[in-house]
Protein backbone atom coordinates (compact mmCIF):
# COMPACT_ATOMS: atom_id res chain seq x y z
CA UNK A 1 0.00 0.00 0.00
CA UNK A 2 1.27 3.72 -0.81
CA UNK A 3 1.56 6.12 2.17
CA UNK A 4 -0.11 9.09 0.58
CA UNK A 5 2.44 12.44 0.68
CA UNK A 6 2.22 14.85 3.76
CA UNK A 7 3.21 17.69 1.91
CA UNK A 8 -0.04 19.25 2.15
CA UNK A 9 -0.23 18.99 5.59
CA UNK A 10 2.62 21.64 6.33
CA UNK A 11 0.67 24.83 5.67
CA UNK A 12 -0.47 26.64 8.47
CA UNK A 13 -3.84 28.72 7.44
CA UNK A 14 -2.78 32.15 7.89
CA UNK A 15 -6.03 33.69 9.92
CA UNK A 16 -7.57 37.16 9.86
CA UNK A 17 -5.04 39.32 10.51
CA UNK A 18 -3.85 43.52 10.46
CA UNK A 19 -0.57 44.48 11.00
CA UNK A 20 0.16 48.33 11.04
CA UNK A 21 3.05 50.94 11.92
CA UNK A 22 2.18 53.72 13.87
CA UNK A 23 3.20 57.20 13.36
CA UNK A 24 5.23 56.77 16.40
CA UNK A 25 7.39 53.33 15.34
CA UNK A 26 5.27 51.18 17.43
CA UNK A 27 3.89 48.29 15.22
CA UNK A 28 0.99 47.01 15.84
CA UNK A 29 -0.75 43.41 15.09
CA UNK A 30 -3.90 41.98 15.75
CA UNK A 31 -4.43 38.29 15.22
CA UNK A 32 -8.07 36.69 15.01
CA UNK A 33 -7.82 33.62 16.60
CA UNK A 34 -11.18 32.15 18.33
CA UNK A 35 -10.56 29.21 19.91
CA UNK A 36 -11.23 30.33 23.42
CA UNK A 37 -13.19 33.54 24.89
CA UNK A 38 -9.85 34.87 25.78
CA UNK A 39 -7.47 37.50 24.48
CA UNK A 40 -3.48 36.89 24.44
CA UNK A 41 -1.33 40.17 24.31
CA UNK A 42 2.31 40.37 24.11
CA UNK A 43 4.18 43.52 24.17
CA UNK A 44 8.04 43.43 23.17
CA UNK A 45 10.30 46.11 24.00
CA UNK A 46 13.84 46.07 22.96
CA UNK A 47 16.55 47.07 24.67
CA UNK A 48 20.89 47.96 24.02
CA UNK A 49 22.19 45.09 26.12
CA UNK A 50 25.39 46.69 25.89
CA UNK A 51 23.87 49.95 27.10
CA UNK A 52 21.30 48.56 29.53
CA UNK A 53 22.40 47.10 33.29
CA UNK A 54 20.76 44.10 33.78
CA UNK A 55 19.93 44.88 37.34
CA UNK A 56 18.35 47.95 36.73
CA UNK A 57 16.06 46.37 33.35
CA UNK A 58 15.07 43.51 35.59
CA UNK A 59 13.70 45.77 38.25
CA UNK A 60 12.57 47.61 36.04
CA UNK A 61 10.40 44.69 34.55
CA UNK A 62 9.10 43.80 38.18
CA UNK A 63 7.91 47.04 38.87
CA UNK A 64 6.61 47.68 35.52
CA UNK A 65 3.02 46.33 35.72
CA UNK A 66 0.58 48.36 38.32
CA UNK A 67 -1.88 46.76 40.13
CA UNK A 68 -4.74 48.03 38.35
CA UNK A 69 -3.38 46.68 35.39
CA UNK A 70 -3.18 43.24 37.14
CA UNK A 71 -6.86 43.21 38.12
CA UNK A 72 -7.47 42.97 34.14
CA UNK A 73 -5.83 39.65 33.66
CA UNK A 74 -3.00 37.72 34.15
CA UNK A 75 0.01 39.43 33.32
CA UNK A 76 3.47 39.50 33.48
CA UNK A 77 6.64 41.26 32.45
CA UNK A 78 10.15 39.47 31.92
CA UNK A 79 13.58 40.98 30.99
CA UNK A 80 15.88 39.03 29.13
CA UNK A 81 19.46 40.26 27.70
CA UNK A 82 17.38 42.03 24.80
CA UNK A 83 14.44 43.11 25.69
CA UNK A 84 11.59 43.48 27.93
CA UNK A 85 8.62 41.21 27.53
CA UNK A 86 4.56 41.91 28.83
CA UNK A 87 2.65 38.55 28.90
CA UNK A 88 -0.79 39.07 29.36
CA UNK A 89 -4.11 36.64 29.26
CA UNK A 90 -7.38 38.95 29.29
CA UNK A 91 -11.08 38.43 29.30
CA UNK A 92 -12.11 41.65 28.00
CA UNK A 93 -9.22 43.48 25.84
CA UNK A 94 -9.90 47.04 25.85
CA UNK A 95 -9.52 47.83 29.60
CA UNK A 96 -6.62 45.80 29.44
CA UNK A 97 -5.24 47.69 26.76
CA UNK A 98 -5.74 50.98 28.21
CA UNK A 99 -4.45 49.88 31.54
CA UNK A 100 -1.45 48.41 29.95
CA UNK A 101 -0.98 52.02 27.85
CA UNK A 102 -1.30 53.93 31.27
CA UNK A 103 1.80 51.82 32.55
CA UNK A 104 4.14 51.91 29.69
CA UNK A 105 3.42 55.87 28.99
CA UNK A 106 2.56 57.37 32.39
CA UNK A 107 4.69 55.00 35.07
CA UNK A 108 4.98 55.27 38.76
CA UNK A 109 8.48 54.05 40.19
CA UNK A 110 9.02 54.56 43.88
CA UNK A 111 11.65 53.58 45.88
CA UNK A 112 9.85 51.01 48.35
CA UNK A 113 8.72 49.39 44.99
CA UNK A 114 11.47 49.21 43.46
CA UNK A 115 13.61 47.98 46.95
CA UNK A 116 10.93 45.36 47.20
CA UNK A 117 11.32 44.21 43.58
CA UNK A 118 15.47 44.37 44.10
CA UNK A 119 15.32 41.90 47.21
CA UNK A 120 13.11 39.21 45.53
CA UNK A 121 14.97 39.20 42.40
CA UNK A 122 18.49 39.27 44.59
CA UNK A 123 17.24 36.05 46.27
CA UNK A 124 15.98 34.64 42.50
CA UNK A 125 19.43 35.37 41.49
CA UNK A 126 21.38 33.71 44.05
CA UNK A 127 19.22 30.32 43.44
CA UNK A 128 20.17 30.59 39.55
CA UNK A 129 23.50 31.12 40.30
CA UNK A 130 23.81 28.16 42.26
CA UNK A 131 21.94 26.52 39.64
CA UNK A 132 25.16 24.50 37.77
CA UNK A 133 23.74 24.85 34.10
CA UNK A 134 23.05 28.28 34.97
CA UNK A 135 26.69 28.60 36.04
CA UNK A 136 27.59 27.11 33.13
CA UNK A 137 25.94 29.75 30.80
CA UNK A 138 27.38 32.86 32.67
CA UNK A 139 31.13 30.78 32.19
CA UNK A 140 30.59 30.32 28.34
CA UNK A 141 29.60 34.02 28.05
CA UNK A 142 33.00 34.83 30.08
CA UNK A 143 35.11 32.89 27.86
CA UNK A 144 32.85 33.57 24.76
CA UNK A 145 32.90 37.53 25.19
CA UNK A 146 35.93 38.05 27.49
CA UNK A 147 36.01 41.92 27.72
CA UNK A 148 32.65 42.37 25.55
CA UNK A 149 31.28 39.92 28.29
CA UNK A 150 28.07 40.86 30.35
CA UNK A 151 26.34 39.30 33.32
CA UNK A 152 22.78 38.26 33.28
CA UNK A 153 22.64 37.04 36.64
CA UNK A 154 23.61 39.93 38.45
CA UNK A 155 24.08 39.59 41.94
CA UNK A 156 22.51 40.72 45.32
CA UNK A 157 25.07 43.55 45.38
CA UNK A 158 23.65 45.13 41.60
CA UNK A 159 20.07 44.61 42.76
CA UNK A 160 21.33 46.90 45.75
CA UNK A 161 22.61 49.23 43.98
CA UNK A 162 19.34 50.17 41.80
CA UNK A 163 17.10 53.23 42.58
CA UNK A 164 13.92 54.31 41.35
CA UNK A 165 15.57 57.18 40.28
CA UNK A 166 17.79 54.93 38.10
CA UNK A 167 14.89 52.65 37.05
CA UNK A 168 13.15 55.67 35.88
CA UNK A 169 15.61 56.78 33.52
CA UNK A 170 16.25 53.87 31.67
CA UNK A 171 12.60 53.35 31.27
CA UNK A 172 12.20 57.23 29.73
CA UNK A 173 15.76 56.89 27.81
CA UNK A 174 15.09 53.39 26.32
CA UNK A 175 11.81 51.72 26.45
CA UNK A 176 9.77 53.81 23.35
CA UNK A 177 7.71 52.78 20.56
CA UNK A 178 10.27 52.57 17.78
CA UNK A 179 10.88 49.00 17.05
CA UNK A 180 8.48 48.08 19.53
CA UNK A 181 6.21 45.62 18.63
CA UNK A 182 2.25 45.13 20.47
CA UNK A 183 0.51 42.03 19.52
CA UNK A 184 -3.02 41.11 20.15
CA UNK A 185 -4.92 37.42 19.29
CA UNK A 186 -8.03 36.51 20.63
CA UNK A 187 -11.49 36.09 19.24
CA UNK A 188 -10.80 40.20 18.36
CA UNK A 189 -11.72 41.94 14.91
CA UNK A 190 -8.04 42.68 13.33
CA UNK A 191 -9.08 45.90 11.66
CA UNK A 192 -11.20 47.42 14.81
CA UNK A 193 -8.57 46.08 17.62
CA UNK A 194 -5.58 47.84 15.77
CA UNK A 195 -7.54 51.00 15.12
CA UNK A 196 -8.30 51.17 18.93
CA UNK A 197 -4.71 50.52 19.40
CA UNK A 198 -3.98 53.44 17.22
CA UNK A 199 -5.78 55.71 18.90
CA UNK A 200 -4.92 55.10 22.85
CA UNK A 201 -1.19 54.32 22.01
CA UNK A 202 -0.26 56.68 19.05
CA UNK A 203 0.29 59.71 21.69
CA UNK A 204 3.57 57.55 23.40
CA UNK A 205 6.24 59.92 22.18
CA UNK A 206 9.39 58.24 21.14
CA UNK A 207 12.58 57.67 23.06
CA UNK A 208 15.83 59.51 21.88
CA UNK A 209 17.12 56.62 19.31
CA UNK A 210 20.60 56.54 19.19
CA UNK A 211 23.24 53.66 17.30
CA UNK A 212 22.97 50.16 18.42
CA UNK A 213 26.05 49.15 19.67
CA UNK A 214 27.62 46.37 18.19
CA UNK A 215 26.96 42.89 19.37
CA UNK A 216 29.52 41.35 21.30
CA UNK A 217 32.26 39.12 19.28
CA UNK A 218 33.54 35.96 19.74
CA UNK A 219 36.99 36.07 21.17
CA UNK A 220 37.15 33.04 22.87
CA UNK A 221 38.60 30.05 21.49
CA UNK A 222 39.29 26.28 21.94
CA UNK A 223 37.66 24.82 25.24
CA UNK A 224 38.23 25.87 29.05
CA UNK A 225 37.90 23.42 31.58
CA UNK A 226 36.18 25.56 34.71
CA UNK A 227 36.61 24.02 38.22
CA UNK A 228 33.66 23.65 40.33
CA UNK A 229 35.08 21.53 43.74
CA UNK A 230 33.02 18.53 44.74
CA UNK A 231 30.38 19.07 42.14
CA UNK A 232 28.81 15.32 41.25
CA UNK A 233 27.89 16.30 37.57
CA UNK A 234 29.70 18.24 34.78
CA UNK A 235 28.21 20.84 31.87
CA UNK A 236 29.24 20.77 28.30
CA UNK A 237 28.66 23.67 26.49
CA UNK A 238 29.69 24.25 22.80
CA UNK A 239 28.79 27.21 20.68
CA UNK A 240 29.53 28.13 16.69
CA UNK A 241 27.80 31.12 15.08
CA UNK A 242 25.23 29.76 12.58
CA UNK A 243 22.87 32.59 9.61
CA UNK A 244 19.90 34.02 11.13
CA UNK A 245 16.13 33.36 10.59
CA UNK A 246 16.24 35.94 7.68
CA UNK A 247 19.71 33.88 6.03
CA UNK A 248 17.89 32.09 3.02
CA UNK A 249 20.14 29.42 4.98
CA UNK A 250 18.53 29.42 8.00
CA UNK A 251 16.39 26.40 7.35
CA UNK A 252 18.79 24.10 5.75
CA UNK A 253 21.00 24.65 9.00
CA UNK A 254 18.02 24.09 11.03
CA UNK A 255 17.58 20.57 9.51
CA UNK A 256 21.31 19.66 9.84
CA UNK A 257 21.02 20.59 13.66
CA UNK A 258 18.18 19.06 14.40
CA UNK A 259 19.59 15.79 12.84
CA UNK A 260 22.38 16.31 15.15
CA UNK A 261 21.45 17.11 18.44
CA UNK A 262 17.34 18.23 18.11
CA UNK A 263 14.86 15.41 18.68
CA UNK A 264 14.74 12.27 20.78
CA UNK A 265 15.72 10.18 18.08
CA UNK A 266 18.72 12.44 16.69
CA UNK A 267 22.41 11.20 16.31
CA UNK A 268 23.37 13.01 19.95
CA UNK A 269 20.74 11.25 21.83
CA UNK A 270 21.57 8.19 20.31
CA UNK A 271 24.94 8.45 20.47
CA UNK A 272 25.66 9.62 23.99
CA UNK A 273 22.26 8.83 26.02
CA UNK A 274 20.70 5.84 23.81
CA UNK A 275 23.55 3.72 23.17
CA UNK A 276 26.55 4.56 26.27
CA UNK A 277 24.76 6.45 28.93
CA UNK A 278 27.03 8.89 28.69
CA UNK A 279 24.68 11.95 29.04
CA UNK A 280 21.96 12.26 31.39
CA UNK A 281 20.84 14.80 28.92
CA UNK A 282 22.25 16.04 25.19
CA UNK A 283 20.73 18.49 22.98
CA UNK A 284 21.75 20.96 20.13
CA UNK A 285 19.91 24.14 19.30
CA UNK A 286 19.77 27.50 17.70
CA UNK A 287 19.11 30.15 19.71
CA UNK A 288 20.87 33.63 20.40
CA UNK A 289 23.78 34.36 22.32
CA UNK A 290 25.09 38.12 23.01
CA UNK A 291 23.06 39.19 19.75
CA UNK A 292 24.45 36.76 17.31
CA UNK A 293 22.40 33.56 16.15
CA UNK A 294 24.48 30.38 17.35
CA UNK A 295 24.14 26.67 17.82
CA UNK A 296 24.85 25.14 21.34
CA UNK A 297 25.48 21.60 22.32
CA UNK A 298 24.61 21.21 25.58
CA UNK A 299 25.17 17.98 27.75
CA UNK A 300 24.95 17.20 31.03
CA UNK A 301 27.36 14.17 32.20
CA UNK A 302 28.16 12.53 35.31
CA UNK A 303 31.76 13.82 36.75
CA UNK A 304 33.64 10.61 36.05
CA UNK A 305 32.78 10.34 32.53
CA UNK A 306 33.11 13.81 31.23
CA UNK A 307 36.25 13.23 28.96
CA UNK A 308 34.77 10.67 27.25
CA UNK A 309 31.56 12.99 26.88
CA UNK A 310 33.65 15.28 25.60
CA UNK A 311 35.33 12.88 23.35
CA UNK A 312 32.16 11.51 22.16
CA UNK A 313 30.75 15.18 21.35
CA UNK A 314 33.75 15.66 19.26
CA UNK A 315 32.93 12.11 17.23
CA UNK A 316 29.57 13.02 16.58
CA UNK A 317 30.54 16.20 14.96
CA UNK A 318 33.16 14.45 12.97
CA UNK A 319 31.06 11.85 11.81
CA UNK A 320 28.61 14.53 10.84
CA UNK A 321 30.96 15.59 8.03
CA UNK A 322 32.37 12.18 7.66
CA UNK A 323 28.67 10.64 7.46
CA UNK A 324 26.46 13.28 5.73
CA UNK A 325 22.99 13.75 7.24
CA UNK A 326 21.33 10.56 5.15
CA UNK A 327 17.77 11.52 3.21
CA UNK A 328 15.85 9.21 5.86
CA UNK A 329 17.38 11.83 8.86
CA UNK A 330 16.44 14.71 7.03
CA UNK A 331 13.04 13.88 6.20
CA UNK A 332 12.92 12.80 9.80
CA UNK A 333 14.13 16.25 11.20
CA UNK A 334 11.73 17.69 8.96
CA UNK A 335 8.92 16.26 9.88
CA UNK A 336 9.66 17.04 13.35
CA UNK A 337 10.79 20.79 12.63
CA UNK A 338 7.89 21.61 11.32
CA UNK A 339 5.55 19.46 13.81
CA UNK A 340 7.09 21.33 16.28
CA UNK A 341 5.43 25.04 15.14
CA UNK A 342 2.49 23.62 13.72
CA UNK A 343 1.29 22.40 17.55
CA UNK A 344 2.84 25.56 19.16
CA UNK A 345 0.71 27.71 16.65
CA UNK A 346 -2.26 25.73 17.20
CA UNK A 347 -3.20 27.33 20.45
CA UNK A 348 -3.94 30.78 21.40
CA UNK A 349 -0.82 31.45 23.71
CA UNK A 350 1.34 29.39 21.24
CA UNK A 351 0.79 31.39 18.55
CA UNK A 352 0.68 34.42 20.44
CA UNK A 353 4.97 33.12 21.69
CA UNK A 354 5.45 32.10 18.31
CA UNK A 355 4.63 35.22 16.64
CA UNK A 356 5.96 37.85 19.19
CA UNK A 357 9.75 36.07 18.21
CA UNK A 358 9.27 35.47 14.86
CA UNK A 359 7.30 38.74 13.79
CA UNK A 360 11.27 40.28 14.19
CA UNK A 361 11.83 39.38 10.72
CA UNK A 362 8.84 39.01 8.84
CA UNK A 363 5.34 39.39 8.61
CA UNK A 364 2.28 36.87 10.01
CA UNK A 365 2.36 35.05 7.29
CA UNK A 366 6.05 34.44 6.99
CA UNK A 367 5.99 33.45 10.80
CA UNK A 368 3.52 31.03 10.17
CA UNK A 369 4.25 29.79 6.49
CA UNK A 370 7.43 30.84 5.61
CA UNK A 371 9.73 28.55 7.73
CA UNK A 372 7.76 25.77 7.30
CA UNK A 373 7.34 25.69 3.39
CA UNK A 374 11.00 26.74 3.43
CA UNK A 375 11.81 23.43 5.60
CA UNK A 376 9.63 21.71 3.46
CA UNK A 377 11.11 22.61 -0.19
CA UNK A 378 15.14 22.16 1.41
CA UNK A 379 16.87 19.02 0.02
CA UNK A 380 19.43 16.91 1.64
CA UNK A 381 21.98 18.24 -0.60
CA UNK A 382 21.42 21.67 1.04
CA UNK A 383 21.59 20.06 4.72
CA UNK A 384 24.58 18.53 4.09
CA UNK A 385 26.36 21.48 2.73
CA UNK A 386 25.11 23.40 5.96
CA UNK A 387 26.02 20.69 7.78
CA UNK A 388 29.90 21.28 6.61
CA UNK A 389 29.74 24.92 6.59
CA UNK A 390 28.72 25.15 10.33
CA UNK A 391 28.65 22.51 12.52
CA UNK A 392 32.47 21.89 11.70
CA UNK A 393 34.42 20.62 15.03
CA UNK A 394 37.18 23.27 14.42
CA UNK A 395 34.88 26.06 14.91
CA UNK A 396 33.12 25.51 18.41
CA UNK A 397 34.49 26.92 21.48
CA UNK A 398 33.41 26.32 24.81
CA UNK A 399 33.55 25.07 28.60
CA UNK A 400 33.30 22.55 30.49
CA UNK A 401 32.47 23.08 34.50
CA UNK A 402 32.20 20.29 36.60
Known sequence: MTVPALAGEWAFPTPPHSDVNLANGLRVVA????????????LRLPLDPARTDPATAQVLAATLLPGPLRDTGSFAAEADGRGITVT????ETTSALDAL?????????TEEACRAAARGLAARAGLLRADPTALAMERLRAHC??????????????????????????HASALGPARALLLVVGSVDPERAVREVATAWATWPP???????PAARVTGT????????????????????????????????????????????????????EDTGLAYQVRAILTEHAGDRVVLLQADTAADR??????????????????????????????????????TAASQAGLADH????????????????????????????????????????????????
Open 222 to 273: GVRFVDRPGAQRSQILLTAPVPGPSDPRFPAVALACCVLGGSFSSRLATALR
Open 88 to 91: GTVL
Open 101 to 109: VTAVTAPRY
Open 145 to 170: HGDGYRTVLPDGRAFAAVTAHAVARL
Open 207 to 213: APVSAAA
Open 31 to 42: VRAPSVPLTEIR
Open 355 to 402: LVGALETGSVRDALQGLTAALARTGRDEVVAAAHAYLAPERFTGVVVG
Open 306 to 343: TEAAVRALGAELLRLREEPPTYEEVDGARAFLIGTVLR
